[in-house]
């Protein structure tokens, strides 16, 4: 069964830190764009980052940039997304999604544009 798995989600105090990790489980990330998502209670999932296949290209958008850095290791099959200078607003659900195949050397903020998600992981700042 694929599975795409997030962890490092927890409660931090505003200003903190927190890694969050994207396994798959069956299959190997190695020709995808990943994306990290996150919802807010009562409010539209939205992007925070994304990394092309080759890691060159990322995307964030004006909230996190300069706070949030997405990185891949491909020889552990996985992606991360560092969380610096939290802010209580950045609490939500956060997930990890895969374009499997992208057609080009970048990626995008576009949900609609990944293939597969994880279940997401809760990340709570609050003092």
């Known amino acids: 069964q694929l599975k795409l798995v997030e962890s490092g989600g927890g409660l931090v105090q505003p200003g903190g830190s927190l890694r969050l990790s994207c396994a798959p489980s069956g299959f190997t990330l190695v020709n995808s764009a990943i994306g990290w998502f996150r919802q807010a209670p009562g409010k539209e999932r939205e992007g925070v980052s994304c990394i092309s296949v080759g890691g060159t290209t990322t995307n964030y958008p004006d909230s996190v940039k300069g706070r949030f850095v997405i990185s891949r290791d491909r020889a552990k099959n996985a992606v991360y997304l560092q969380m610096n200078s939290l802010k209580p607003e950045d609490t939500a659900v956060y997930y990890c999604?895969?374009?499997?195949?992208?057609?080009?050397?970048?990626?995008?903020?576009?949900?609609?544009?990944?293939?597969?998600w994880g279940q997401g992981t809760q990340v709570t700042v609050s003092s």
């Open positions: 999604a895969v374009q499997w195949r992208p057609t080009s050397g970048s990626c995008t903020l576009d949900q609609g544009w990944y293939d597969f």
